[in-house]
Structure formats: structure tokens, C-alpha cells
T-cell receptor
Framework: NAGVTQTPKFRILKIGQSMTLQCTQD?????MYWYRQDPGMGLKLIYY???????DKGEVPNGYNVSRSTTEDFPLRLELAAPSQTSVYFC??????????FGEGSWLTVV | AQSVTQLGSHVSVSEGALVLLRCNYS??????LFWYVQYPNQGLQLLLK??????LVKGINGFEAEFKKSETSFHLTKPSAHMSDAAEYFC?????????????FGTGTQLKVEL
């Protein structure tokens, strides 16, 4: 049972480059989320989706975009990478009040 | 709006001693409360959750937490610490308000277990 799968695991970007973090879940969850984790700050919600075709901003959406064309996939796009986007990114999925399941994380460094 | 406060960014205990990690919450709706554990370079794993059933919640690895509405607290405890418990622990709150079960996390508590 794969759960929530994120790729890539590690990536180094140059300032101004763009990239997409991929996220796929095989649990048929309607809700999906992207969080970023910075030392001493906990996890902050970037974007979330309550179903295919529906996305909304979280607490820290600036510099990111998302799409949700299918139930399974929820990619996160960085258009113009900045050093402030150096972080660990977690994708998660869940349903209603049930448990939210997290992926293993993607470590991104912008230099 | 919802928030959680975790008191103590670092907690150190001796192996075999009681573990107590503190979490206080603020929520304008009946909250759902969670504790997650994160081992180095890994994702978050659910330890336990409170969803308005029993106020004393038992989780994995011998951890438990008690929901106290009067104190707006959801502290995590374990009677006897083990070396393998060393990790970072996050308290989180959500309220299902139709916008998805969005979790708001505390800033985390790093648990160190010493011999």
C-alpha cells in the first residue's frame, strides 16, 4: 500500500528556476494538502484541495501554484524559485475527520 | 481560527522516566486534536487523535493524551521513555468546517532520551 508518494526526494534549484513537486495518493481521498516545514516553525499550509478541480490557498501560498485535475494527483509548482523557498515540503491526503496521511517529504534547496 | 501552542521546544528525559509534552489549543469550533511524531529525515506519523469521543486517547508506542476542555489542553504522555522515542513531536488542531480537514500545527517539541 503506497499511501502518499512524493517526488523528487531531494532537489537543488538555482534562483529563478521553476520546478514541480509531484504528489500522488492511492487512497481515493478527496482532501489533499501541501505543507512546508521550516526549523522551529512547525508546518505551514501552502495550498489545499477538497476534490478534483477545486483548490484553495492556505497560510503561505505566495510563490506557489497547484492544480488538481484528478483525485490522485496534486502537484505543487514553483515558478520563480527564491532562497526563501528552501524548505522541506510535505504532501498529505485525508477524508473528513479521519487521519491525514503524510508523504515522506521533499527537501528543496534554492541557491 | 485555530491554533496550538507547544510549551518547550526541547525536552530531555532519562530512559524509563515519564514523558510529558505539553499542548494547548485555541479553537472557535469543537476541535479535533492530533499528535504526530517525526523521526529524522522522515515524514509525519500519527500517534493519536481526539475526535470528541473518549477524552483519554491511547495511541501507538505506549503514548496517550487527555483532552481537557476546561484547560484547553491536550498533553501527550508516556509512563516510561525509551531511547527509540527520541524524535520531534507535533501537536495539531483542526475543525471540520466544510473547507477540508486542514491541520494547524504547533512549532514542535524535540524529545531527547538519555541513558
Amino acid at each position: 500500500n503506497a499511501g502518499v508518494t512524493q517526488t523528487p526526494k531531494f532537489r537543488i534549484l538555482k534562483i529563478g528556476q521553476s520546478m514541480t513537486l509531484q504528489c500522488t495518493q492511492d487512497m481515493n481521498h478527496n482532501y489533499m494538502y501541501w505543507y512546508r516545514q521550516d526549523p522551529g516553525m512547525g508546518l505551514k499550509l501552502i495550498y489545499y484541495s477538497v476534490g478534483a478541480g477545486i483548490t484553495d490557498k492556505g497560510e503561505v501560498p505566495n510563490g506557489y501554484n497547484v492544480s488538481r485535475s484528478t483525485t490522485e494527483d496534486f502537484p505543487l509548482r514553483l515558478e520563480l524559485a527564491a532562497p526563501s523557498q528552501t524548505s522541506v515540503y510535505f504532501c498529505a491526503s485525508g477524508e473528513g475527520e479521519n487521519t491525514i496521511y503524510f508523504g515522506e517529504g521533499s527537501w528543496l534547496t534554492v541557491v | 481560527a485555530q491554533s496550538v501552542t507547544q510549551l518547550g521546544s526541547h525536552v530531555s528525559v532519562s530512559e524509563g522516566a515519564l514523558v510529558l509534552l505539553r499542548c494547548n489549543y485555541s479553537s472557535s469550533v469543537p476541535p479535533y486534536l492530533f499528535w504526530y511524531v517525526q523521526y529524522p529525515n522522515q515524514g509525519l506519523q500519527l500517534l493519536l487523535k481526539y475526535t470528541s469521543a473518549a477524552t483519554l486517547v491511547k495511541g501507538i508506542n505506549g503514548f496517550e493524551a487527555e483532552f481537557k476542555k476546561s484547560e484547553t489542553s491536550f498533553h501527550l504522555t508516556k509512563p516510561s521513555a525509551h531511547m527509540s522515542d527520541a524524535a520531534e513531536y507535533f501537536c495539531a488542531v483542526s475543525g471540520v468546517t466544510g473547507g477540508g480537514n486542514k491541520l494547524t500545527f504547533g512549532t514542535g517539541t524535540q524529545l531527547k532520551v538519555e541513558l
